[in-house]
């Protein structure tokens, strides 16, 4: 992606009611003026970041420009706000396109302001994170990582580590001072080490926030798995009867359950048939169970044999055993089995919250883990602060040895993995990588 063009792409999504286009670059507002008309000159100061009524070419449409660096890419940057609607859109691209705007790639205003030093590589994620947040705790985290939460500890490691590498340096320019190796050194590696540790124990609440978690509902053939999908969905998703073997087809559907998101998935119950169709249903429900993290497996605390309702029970590590229909049934002795396990009644909506106490704990497990931490870095950041990590290690050996070049080289590597994280180094295929995944107008 050059940076030099201007670009233009819209910026909001289709089907809305109003029509954002964005323009970026040293030509915006020569573009803007070229197919916008108004009574009100927007490159006038006066007129700066402010809303003016006009029209292009007869349609209505507000304008407004905000020269750089004070603008989100950093560039000179003019917005047109059109009527909604694919043809307003297009008729709006078509002539900015003509006027000499190039449309933009996915993510290329991100990669600008980027470039243009308004957001480092982390806060750059944290706006695709933004966009793509499935919870309000997603959402948050993402806010704060715009914010520049985690850029801040990567930072603060960064100057840590830099300052090692002074004082590595300072021992090998000057060897007759005896400068031997003085445990405070190692202290200080093993704080940065420490923060590092911090960052790399958020990876795992960072993947369930950022991908989200499949649950799957899995069980025999009548034993509630709708009727707890449309509880938990919170509208009447999916068919329930009193007829076994109702549900044939896997039903979705994106929900929140203890500020995660999650993608829950109803399946067909489990049972030898002969129906071709129920046979496919089932398959569906293996291949969904087989992919599932988490499995609320429901079995029917009403039924006459308890230990038989067990019996095909499949157990994976985030299998959680549902009994069911608790409202039919009082003080049975419920088989021991090598899972969690819950009572609760659909029909009455009671114990619901104990099934998600029993659900956070599996996916977040318990004590000071369990919260939701203020930062939490993601898959491409945890791998580099492995590699800082290891590289440390390394360090922290070298000091020990009284060997400095190779301590000093050990922290550059560990200085070059943090600023591949913030985007200090990076190279352009990584950068490629990030922004691709970002929607066009972002
Ligand atoms: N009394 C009582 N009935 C329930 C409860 N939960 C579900 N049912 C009833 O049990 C029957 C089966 O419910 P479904 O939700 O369709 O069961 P399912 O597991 O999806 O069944 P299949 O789709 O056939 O696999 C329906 O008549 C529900 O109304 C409960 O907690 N208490
Ligand atoms: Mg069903």
């Known amino acids: 992606m050059n940076t030099t063009d201007t670009i233009a792409a819209?910026?909001?999504?289709?089907?809305g009611a109003v029509t954002v286009i964005r323009i970026s670059g040293t030509e915006s507002l020569a573009v803007l003026k070229k197919v916008w008309n108004g009574k009100n000159d927007p490159g006038k100061e006066e007129n700066f970041r402010k809303m003016l009524l006009g029209n292009v070419k007869g349609d209505p449409a507000l304008a407004v420009f905000m020269p750089g660096p004070r603008s989100y890419t950093g560039d000179d940057v003019a917005e047109l706000h059109c009527h909604?609607?694919?043809?307003?859109?297009?008729?709006?691209?078509n002539t900015i396109l003509q006027e000499g705007a190039r449309m933009a790639e996915p993510g290329e205003f991100t990669f600008r302001a980027f470039v243009n030093g308004k957001l480092d590589l982390t806060q750059a994620e944290a706006v695709s994170d933004?966009?793509?947040?499935?919870?309000?705790?997603?959402?948050?985290?993402?806010?704060r990582q715009l914010a520049g939460s985690l850029s801040e500890k990567l930072n603060d490691v960064y100057d840590r580590i830099s300052k090692m590498i002074s004082e590595c340096e300072a021992r090998l320019d000057f060897p007759d001072e005896d400068l031997d190796f003085d445990p405070a050194d190692a202290e200080k590696i093993s704080s940065i080490r420490q923060e590092i540790k911090n960052l790399l124990t958020s990876a795992r609440a960072g993947a369930l926030l950022r991908d989200g978690i499949d649950v799957v509902l899995a069980g025999k053939p009548n034993a509630g798995k709708s009727s707890l999908f449309n509880l938990l969905a919170g509208q009447e998703r999916a068919i329930v009867t009193p007829i076994p073997g109702t549900t044939r087809d896997t039903v979705e559907s994106q929900i929140v359950l203890c500020d995660l998101p999650?993608?829950?998935t109803d399946t067909a119950g489990l049972r030898e048939s002969g129906d071709p169709v129920e046979k496919l249903g089932v398959e569906r429900s293996r291949r969904a169970i087989a992919a599932a993290k988490v499995i609320f497996w429901v079995l029917d605390y009403s039924a006459p044999d308890l230990q038989g309702e067990?019996?095909?029970?499949?157990?994976?590590?985030?299998?959680?055993?549902?009994?069911?229909?608790?409202?039919?049934?009082?003080?049975?002795?419920t088989p021991e089995l090598p899972c969690p396990a819950v009572k609760i009644s659909v029909a009455q909506n009671s114990n619901i919250d104990e099934l998600l106490r029993e659900f956070k704990k599996m996916v977040l497990g318990e004590g000071e883990n369990s919260?939701?931490?203020?930062?939490?870095?993601?898959?491409?950041?945890?791998?580099?602060?492995?590699?800082?990590?290891?590289?440390?290690?390394?360090?922290?050996?070298?000091f020990a040895n009284g060997d400095f070049e190779l301590a000093a080289s050990d922290l550059r590597s560990a200085m070059h993995a943090i600023g591949?994280?913030?985007?200090?180094n990076s190279d352009p295929d990584v950068l490629d990588e990030i922004f691709r995944n970002f929607c066009i107008g972002k």
């Open 10 to 15: 819209p910026a909001s999504a289709v089907g």
């Open 84 to 93: 909604g609607g694919a043809a307003a859109a297009a008729n709006a691209m």
């Open 130 to 143: 933004l966009i793509s947040a499935g919870s309000d705790a997603a959402l948050k985290l993402a806010e």
């Open 262 to 264: 999650v993608k829950l």
């Open 310 to 333: 067990t019996a095909a029970m499949e157990f994976s590590p985030g299998t959680i055993a549902v009994w069911n229909k608790s409202d039919l049934a009082q003080n049975r002795i």
């Open 371 to 398: 919260r939701i931490p203020e930062v939490a870095v993601n898959a491409r950041s945890g791998a580099l602060l492995s590699e800082a990590d290891a590289a440390l290690q390394y360090a922290m050996e070298q």
């Open 420 to 424: 591949k994280i913030t985007g200090k």
